[in-house]
């Protein structure tokens, strides 16, 4: 069974710090690795994601993450936080595109980011 | 491309009312999945579909709960009757592992 573990439920960082989000998955195969980011009242919106290739993987707003297989990590960063950044902020891991798992992606229980100015 | 359509945004209904939540999903994305998120439980996947077909429906807590999707461009998530603790926010997301999975803005149902 897949699943997916953020082990941080609330940070609080200061504008302008750095800022790095932790995500532990389990899966039996070659995972697909997701961020996404929800604020107050909205859907989610996608930042990341990783299937293969570069391990370290650039996304929207300033955000990266590395995959790193040894530990079954994918831990999003952010040199510097800037205020709106301020949302909640989820894991997800699912099959890999081309592989024969389903379609289904499961979510880590997210962490609630706070910007202190 | 207007994203994944949900609707209505909010709704509000007694305690064994039949609910409609509706989802238009975009155009060409083959996959459709429901989910539905709680303080308590988080993002929980209800049921998806693939090609109109309903894949694992695994997730759906009762029978009180159905999802149909007569073709690609539409599905709902039905609750009969509703109960309280079915409040919660209920969100569309279209795509697959090829596309990426684009989330609506959700539907908060509030059963009184």
């Known amino acids: 069974a897949q699943s997916v573990t953020q082990p941080d439920i609330h940070i609080t960082v200061s504008e302008g710090a750095s800022l790095e989000l932790r995500c532990n998955y389990s899966y039996g195969a070659t995972p697909y690795l997701f961020w996404y980011v929800q604020s107050p009242g909205q859907g989610l919106q996608l930042l990341l994601k990783?299937?293969?290739?570069?391990?370290l993987v650039q996304g929207i707003k300033g955000f990266e993450a590395e995959f790193k297989r040894s530990q079954s990590s994918f831990n999003l960063r952010k040199p510097s936080v800037h205020w709106s950044d301020a949302a909640e902020y989820f894991c997800a891991v699912g099959a890999a595109p081309h592989t024969g798992g389903g379609n289904k992606l499961t979510f880590g229980t997210g962490t609630q980011l706070k910007v202190e100015l | 491309d207007a994203g994944v359509i949900q609707s209505p945004r909010h709704e509000v209904t007694e305690m064994g009312q039949e609910v409609t939540l509706r989802c238009k999903p975009i155009?060409?994305?083959?996959?459709l999945f429901w989910y539905r998120q709680t303080m308590m439980r988080g993002l929980e996947l209800l049921i998806y579909f693939n090609n109109n077909v309903p894949i694992d429906d695994s997730g759906m807590p009762e029978d009180r709960f159905s999802a149909k999707m007569p073709n690609a461009s539409f599905s709902t998530l039905k609750i009969q009757p509703s109960e309280p603790r079915d409040s919660a926010v209920y969100f569309c997301a279209s795509g697959g592992r090829l596309y990426g999975y684009t989330f609506g803005s959700g539907t908060r149902l509030t059963v009184v």
């Open positions: 990783y299937f293969s290739g570069d391990t």
């Open positions: 155009s060409g994305h083959n996959s």
